[in-house]
């Protein structure tokens, strides 16, 4: 019989938008409005990432940051003994603004999603 382990997890498809915009004339701007789908699955060890936004000025290192700041989400829960579960984490819809583009708005602005997604979903589930 396998091990049973207790996570706080989402049981059902959600979808999570998310703004994160600061825009000023210092130059201390940026810009990272989009949506992140959120689904429960079985059989896969972890959480994977998938990019499914069509923007046309999508950029590959876009998703990627997104991606990052998802993974520094589950990696902060599983450090605070929180682990998330399975889930696969998909970044459906996106607004590119061509000015104030930065790595970081993207990847804050992931985590800020999930935690928000987490704090309004999550249920404590046992998992073998």
């Known amino acids: 019989m396998g091990l049973i382990m207790r996570v706080a997890t989402v049981t059902h498809e959600l979808q999570q938008p998310i703004r994160h915009v600061n825009q000023m004339a210092s130059g201390g701007s940026y ?3 989009f949506t992140l789908r959120l689904t429960p699955v079985h059989n896969v060890p972890a959480v994977t990432f998938s ?3 069509t ?3 999508l950029e590959s290192w876009i998703a990627a940051a997104v991606e990052s700041g998802v993974r520094e989400f589950v990696s902060a829960r599983e450090r605070d003994g929180r682990p998330v579960g399975c889930l696969h984490v998909s970044l459906i819809d996106i607004l590119i603004h061509p000015a104030d583009l930065k790595e970081l708005a993207f990847m804050r ?3 800020m999603a999930m ?3 987490f704090e ?3 249920t404590l589930v046992d998992v073998a």
Do not use: N
Request: charged content about 15%; some cysteine; aromatic content about 6%.
């Open 55 to 57: 923007a046309p000025d």
């Open 31 to 33: 810009y990272a409005v």
């Open 120 to 122: 309004a979903h999550e």
């Open 51 to 53: 990019c499914e936004a």
């Open 109 to 111: 602005a992931a985590a």
């Open 115 to 117: 935690a928000q997604a």
